[in-house]
């Protein structure tokens, strides 16, 4: 599980190689020793509470990084109720509204071997969310299915905002996805056109699945979003 600094330029990483836990800050600039070693171990790897409307380019790091990884989850959701409201105690704590991470690929051409399943929870037809399925759709040279759920939804989200109201610019800005229309893909005419712009020159053979996040499948369930489920309703 990885988790986005808002603090920091940085990734929180806890992974389980050979059954044992391990708990890493990452910069992606420099890998140290110890660092490299736990991501030549992961297998798998879930990626929770990315922030909604930033670049996703950051998260192919860990790709590179890891090369026997075999299924990535990845979670983009804006969650007010794990998101501090109060403006003041966002500043004592030194909270930064800057929530995206730089990462530039030293490797122009990066091929992944290993890669079978990707999970993307909080697709929108959005062009970086898209543009972000490509590029790993390019890079995965073997991948064989890649699942896109819509938003995760929860009911202490929208009572949190809405008793927030007397730091509305705040709600806005630490998470405007709360109030935005969902742009998921829900009719097949929809999912067609998103599907043309994803291998579109790349010669992806993965088959492209569009599912409800509240039709999670058994398998995908005990990972996604894992530390945040017991907020969310059915």
């Keep these: 599980m990885a988790r986005t600094s808002s603090r920091r330029r940085a990734a929180?990483?806890?992974?389980?190689?050979?059954?044992?836990?391990?708990?890493?800050?990452?910069?992606?600039?420099?890998?140290?020793?110890?660092?490299?070693?736990?991501?030549?171990?992961?297998?798998?790897?879930?990626?929770?509470?990315?922030?909604?409307?930033?670049?996703?380019?950051?998260?192919?790091?860990?790709?590179?990084?890891?090369?026997?990884?075999?299924?990535?989850?990845?979670?983009?959701?804006?969650?007010?109720?794990?998101?501090?409201?109060?403006?003041?105690?966002?500043?004592?704590?030194?909270?930064?509204?800057?929530?995206?991470?730089?990462?530039?690929?030293?490797?122009?051409?990066?091929?992944?071997?290993?890669?079978?399943?990707?999970?993307?929870?909080?697709?929108?037809a959005k062009d970086y969310m898209v543009s972000h399925v490509?590029?790993?759709?390019?890079?995965?040279?073997?991948?064989?299915?890649?699942?896109?759920?819509?938003?995760?939804v929860c009911a202490k989200c929208q009572e949190k905002v809405k008793n927030a109201r007397r730091y509305d610019a705040l709600v806005r800005c630490i998470c405007p996805g709360v109030n935005l229309p969902i742009k998921f893909p829900c009719t097949n005419e929809d999912q067609r056109a998103v599907q043309k712009r994803m291998p579109r020159g790349i010669g992806s053979l993965a088959k492209i699945h569009f599912l409800s996040s509240n039709k999670i499948k058994a398998e995908h369930w005990p990972r996604i979003a894992v530390d945040s489920l017991g907020a969310i309703e059915d």
């Design 134 to 152: 490509r590029r790993v759709l390019k890079a995965a040279v073997n991948l064989q299915d890649v699942y896109l759920y819509d938003r995760l």
């Design 12 to 124: 929180k990483l806890m992974a389980k190689p050979s059954g044992s836990t391990m708990v890493i800050w990452v910069q992606p600039e420099c890998l140290t020793r110890r660092q490299a070693y736990v991501f030549q171990q992961l297998r798998i790897l879930n990626l929770v509470k990315i922030p909604e409307g930033y670049d996703l380019t950051w998260t192919m790091f860990f790709l590179e990084a890891a090369p026997s990884l075999e299924e990535l989850y990845m979670t983009v959701w804006d969650h007010p109720c794990e998101m501090e409201m109060n403006q003041e105690i966002r500043r004592e704590q030194l909270y930064s509204e800057n929530k995206g991470v730089e990462w530039e690929s030293p490797t122009s051409n990066f091929k992944h071997h290993c890669l079978a399943k990707f999970i993307l929870v909080g697709f929108q």
